[in-house]
């Protein structure tokens, strides 16, 4: 054990009732630095010694045991020895009891010599801080870790008092923690970017014993500047803008003297590719259109900021290019960059350049564009953005995946903006849907783009009581069992029956002759594969046994119609009784007259399991 009192009570446990005069003969308490025995008294008590609970003292004392939580009290007889001084800080000493210490009972002796050792807590001193005195570019929302060589008493700990940071902060905005045994201590308050904070640790700090500190502390370091920042204002990697008006950028900008711009048309190929179902590999890596042809205009934008202050620009994107004040409908891409020369030089170490630089796809349209699908049909409206009026007679192509060769058909609006079209049915229901109106290659007015994934805060499980399927099967079924529960040896009676669905409108599965059931227990051991062909009704229905020697827990019954076509149902085997029941009722009084009110308690028992 370490971190032990000066003034301990040291305790020996044993099994059986000792002679106690042997014991304090031949119990002794060494000074490992000096090689004294230590005189002290001795007390006993008839009981054994209660080991500390696992959270006692901070955790030093950690009893396990081979099975169990262990008893609540070890050993018969115990014996307290006291020193008569307070024992040596710092200093290792040593418990020895001989072989040979005689029993109580007969002629027992203990078989083996017995030892211990103990350090005694030191007197406490600051043995480290992180950060240490004079750290310079120090994490602004790092606080002060103190490592002390000893246990200290937290309440000793007084922010404002004995614990002064400068400059002020308000005693509220302070947290402080503590964990190995006391030892460590956590002060964390709101620091800035760029500034110098001092920590003194004064008088009145004391270790666990009382002890006071032996030496005060100042520790002072100084934070870093903030990282650089580039960052476009967008509710995503998509801006949507409305042609009709400006198109205008915010951009935040920190620590840097000079943000650079580069706008690129953004070629329909690309757009599906960076939303498609693998969009995060190919975002990472985009840098534009290989087409040199698609780079449409570069500037640079210049900032004089204060060190650490974060300002924000306006870019009206369509003046900055040259493509005028409302920019052509069309897709684009958009960087906002600033190189490591530009970075101001006391940020310049900074770590993180993560945010050097921002990037968003813009899409530049007069109308909006609402896109609904399911796995085999899609529905677009076109709407103008000024008028709100349908636009009539504009194609719209429907896509899919994560190419453009992916279409699913096309179709143009009619009177109320509407375009429809219908497919053969997607595997995967989450695949990315695109629709695009007008000429993508070309965008003229009527140009307008959208996405199913397009879709925050209106997706069918943010919509209480909305159920939907993802995937539309040609059947649906439903399989149940005679009961829930079985003992083994049992027999199961079970019953499937199948339907043909086309969107909930169910009719018999005149196609589907058999069906595969497939029974498999707790462990996935398959226990029942046979084929079942469907009665007229398109139904199945058979029986099958359990072993006597059965494993308990769920078992599981899938019925098959086509290797993709799965149907589940559970049922439980468990070594159980049948409810048994004892039921009492009993009147207040054993006779009554006519006219008396009977009182009746009644009570029942059940047994189950």
Known sequence: DIYVSPSPVI?????????????????????????????????????????????????????????????????????????DAALDFGVVYHIELPQGTKGAIGEAVTARDFSATFTVSPLPEIASTYPADGDEGVEPWQG?????????????????????????????QVYTYWWSSNTNLEIDFPGEASSRYTVSLGPGIEGRYGQPLAEGAEVSWETRAQSPLVFLHSPGR????????????????????????KLF???????????????????????????????????????????????IYEVDIGRQSGLGEAMPPGMYYQEASADLEDIYPPAQGAQDLSSLSAR???????????????????????????????VADVPVTFLTGDTVAGEL??????????????FDPLK?????????????????????VTASTWADGIERYQFDNVSSEDYQQPYNANLYTDRNIYRPGQTVYFKGIIRADDDAHYSLPGSVEVATLLVTDSQGKEIFN?????????????????????????????????????????????????????VTAETDKAEYSQGEMVQVTAAAEYFFG
């Not at 008590?45 to 169990?68: M, Q, V």
């Not at 998509?238 to 711009?261: E, G, H, P, W």
């Not at 229901?429 to 307008?448: C, E, I, L």
């Not at 199945?540 to 086509?562: C, E, H, P, R």
Request: proline share 5%; charged share 20%; hydrophobic share 40%.
């Open 144 to 172: 002060l870790q103190v490592t002390f060589n000893a246990p200290i008493d937290p309440a000793s700990v007084v922010i404002g008092e004995n614990v002064i940071i400068e400059p002020t902060v308000s005693v509220t």
């Open 265 to 311: 048309r953004l070629p329909l190929a690309d757009f599906v590719r960076l939303n498609g179902n693998n969009w995060w590999s190919d975002w990472d890596n985009y840098q534009g259109s290989a087409d040199a042809d698609d780079l449409l205009a570069e500037w640079s934008l210049s900032s004089n900021g204060d060190l650490d202050s974060t300002l």
């Open 360 to 390: 968003q796809m813009l899409v530049v349209s007069r109308n909006n564009l609402t896109f609904k699908s399911t796995s085999s049909e899609a529905l677009a409206w076109l709407t103008d953005l000024a008028s709100g009026q349908p």
């Open 238 to 261: 998509i801006a949507t803008y409305n042609a009709y008006t400006d198109t205008v950028a915010y951009v935040s900008v920190r620590n840097v003297s000079q943000v650079s711009f």
């Open 428 to 448: 995967e229901f989450y695949t990315t849907r695109f629709a695009v109106t007008g000429d993508p290659a070309d965008p003229d007015a009527n140009f307008a």
């Open 409 to 422: 058909g096309q179709a143009a609006t009619d009177a109320e903006g509407v375009a429809e079209v219908k």
């Open 11 to 83: 305790s020996v446990t044993f099994n059986q009732a000792m002679d106690r005069a042997s014991v304090e003969e031949n119990l002794s308490l060494v000074n490992d630095a000096t090689g004294d025995t230590v005189s002290g008294a001795f007390n006993w008590a008839d009981h054994g010694l209660r080991p500390p609970a696992p959270d006692e003292f901070e955790g030093y004392y950690d009893y396990a045991y081979e099975d169990g939580d262990g008893p609540e009290e070890v050993g018969v007889e115990t014996v307290a020895f006291t020193p």
């Open 530 to 582: 046979d084929e079942l062909p469907l009665s007229r009704m398109g139904t199945v229905n058979g029986s099958f046994d359990l072993d006597a020697n059965a494993g308990l827990g769920f078992y599981s019954m899938q019925i098959q119609l086509a290797p993709d076509i799965n149907f589940y149902h559970d049922f439980q085997v468990a070594a159980y009784r049948k409810p048994e029941f004892l």
